[in-house]
Nanobody
Framework: QVTLVESGGGLVQAGGSLRLSCAAS????????MGWFRQAPGKEREFVAD????????YYADSLKGRFTISRDNAKNTVYLQMNSLKPEDTAVYYC????????????????WGQGTQVTVSS
């Protein structure tokens, strides 16, 4: 089992940047595939990005390629989401997720979830 805690959210102006962090408990962080999802008010949770256990493979939602970057530091049990050129439509609660197996990039493919961190982008 793994416990996930996100941080780094906040209020930012359009065009700005934020870096989200997700700290994981336990000594087996490197055995988990990690993902970031987001959920805006009234909308379903949507996939943002995921990263392989070693960090060597990443995958992004098409609409976010080039602006968002996922990375991980297995020595620090942490996964990051660097978000640049933020837009008001990026406003959402951002969640990190973990699973031992990679079966896809749907929310149902991940077993463990953090509590989320709010990102608000003002115009």
């Amino acid at each position: 089992q793994v416990t996930l805690v996100e941080s780094g959210g906040g209020l930012v102006q359009a065009g700005g940047s934020l870096r989200l962090s997700c700290a994981a408990s336990g000594r087996t962080f490197s055995s988990y595939v990690m993902g970031w999802f987001r959920q805006a008010p009234g909308k379903e949770r949507e996939f943002v990005a995921d990263i392989s256990r070693s960090g060597g493979t990443t995958y992004y939602a098409d609409s976010l390629k080039g602006r968002f970057t996922i990375s991980r530091d297995n020595a620090k049990n942490t996964v990051y989401l660097q978000m640049n050129s933020l837009k008001p439509e990026d406003t959402a609660v951002y969640y990190c997720a973990a699973d031992r197996r990679y079966t896809g990039n749907r929310a149902d493919d991940y077993r463990y979830w953090g509590q989320g961190t709010q990102v608000t982008v003002s115009s």
